[in-house]
């Protein structure tokens, strides 16, 4: 049986005797197993007992978006040939999915095999919490463990005014680690690699919040390419153009991937409630079972932010992350879309009675 002895080359990747066990039936077939590390055009590189070797994916249903090989996966690959072939993935523990830029309703997996999400944010430029929300959202869906950190520490130098925006963060994402860190300084980094020495991490955000320099910072040398980002708005270019998976000399193995401008949701609606965890508690107080926070009577979400207790931009965007988020998972169902529609008008025609009836009462 193939096991972690037998290829000791894969241990510092993550091979464990459960990915041993999973590989068996292609053992007996003569496949090598391997991770891969780096996907472009329909080929990827992938770190094997035998060295890093590049093989064709054509075989692994190379038109679904949701099952192509990706980055993190761990695949059985021929022994040999020219071109050399992935022949199958084994089942992923993990998968970081957005929905696709495009109309279709289709998602696209990011990164697999996925043990802690880190997403990291900017301090060079005004946070923005809403974006972190929906990264975090992602992030527990995929059944990884979110970190946020807030990098470019360096440039907050008032202890007091950093302490304010680390709170904020975490009043953002309850039951999340939050971290500040200074790649150029190396503060903070001694910590982060303790995080991402215990596993596979995904490092996550928009272009121009340090990730690659982060990513060099932690690997101890400079492998990915980094830019300036732009004075005006704090953000960068594409300097990692591919999503690459790097053995740590720490422990460990980090995944970088491009800046993401656009992160859509895709079914992440457990995801989303991980996000707003309060507010799925209090949901569990309101009278009616299906309330939607808006004008309801008895609603405990509503009652709490009359209170202060919770602020009224949490349940905004908890609103904003769900509706779009039924949204998509209804562009493949057409019963739920059926009944979404059903819904919107039903509140239309309550809103248009409620009009008609203040109108009744100014004349």
């Known amino acids: 049986m193939t096991s972690t002895s037998v290829f000791p080359a894969l241990a510092p990747y993550g091979w464990d005797s459960a990915w041993a066990d999973a590989f068996t039936p292609y053992d007996a077939q003569g496949l090598l197993p391997g991770r891969v590390v780096r996907v472009d055009r329909g080929q990827c590189d992938v770190v094997t007992a035998d060295g890093v070797v590049r093989a064709d994916t054509a075989f692994v249903t190379p038109h679904d978006p949701m099952r192509v090989v990706c980055t993190g996966d761990w695949v059985a690959v021929e022994p040999a040939g020219s071109p050399r072939y992935v022949r199958t993935y084994l089942p992923r523990r993990t998968a970081f999915v957005r929905s ?102 995904v490092l996550l955000g928009q272009s121009g919040a340090g990730k690659s320099t982060l990513a060099n910072a932690l690997l101890g040398e400079d492998v990915m390419e980094v ?52 507010i799925e508690e209090l949901s569990a107080r309101c009278r009616f079972h299906d309330c939607a926070h808006e004008s309801e009577p008895g609603c405990a979400v509503r009652s709490a932010v009359d209170a202060g207790e919770l602020p009224v931009r949490r349940l905004e965007s908890y609103r904003k992350l769900m509706r779009e988020n039924q949204w998509i998972v209804a562009k493949t169902d057409a019963r739920l879309r059926a009944e979404i529609k059903k819904d919107w008008k039903r509140k239309g025609a309550e809103g248009r009675a409620a009009m008609e009836a203040k109108r009744g009462r100014w004349q």
């Open 227 to 278: 830019q300036a980002a732009r004075d005006v708005d704090g953000k960068g270019r594409h300097t990692t153009t591919t999503r690459n998976l790097l053995a740590l000399p720490g422990g460990g193995v980090l995944i970088d991937t491009p800046g993401l401008r656009g992160v859509g949701l895709w079914d992440a609606e457990v995801g989303v409630g991980q996000v707003f965890s309060e």
């Open 100 to 201: 696709t830029s495009s109309k279709r309703s289709e998602g696209q997996i990011l990164a697999a095999n996925v043990d802690h999400a880190i997403v990291a944010v900017s301090l060079a430029v005004e946070l923005d919490l809403g974006r972190i929300e929906r990264f975090l959202a992602l992030a527990w869906e995929s059944g990884a463990q979110p970190v946020v950190v807030l990098t470019k520490a360096d440039l907050v130098p008032d202890v007091v005014t950093l302490a304010y925006l680390v709170q904020d963060v975490e009043t953002t994402a309850p039951g999340v680690p939050v971290l500040t860190a200074s790649a150029t300084q190396g503060e903070g980094l001694d910590v982060l690699s303790a995080v991402v020495g215990g596993g596979t991490s």
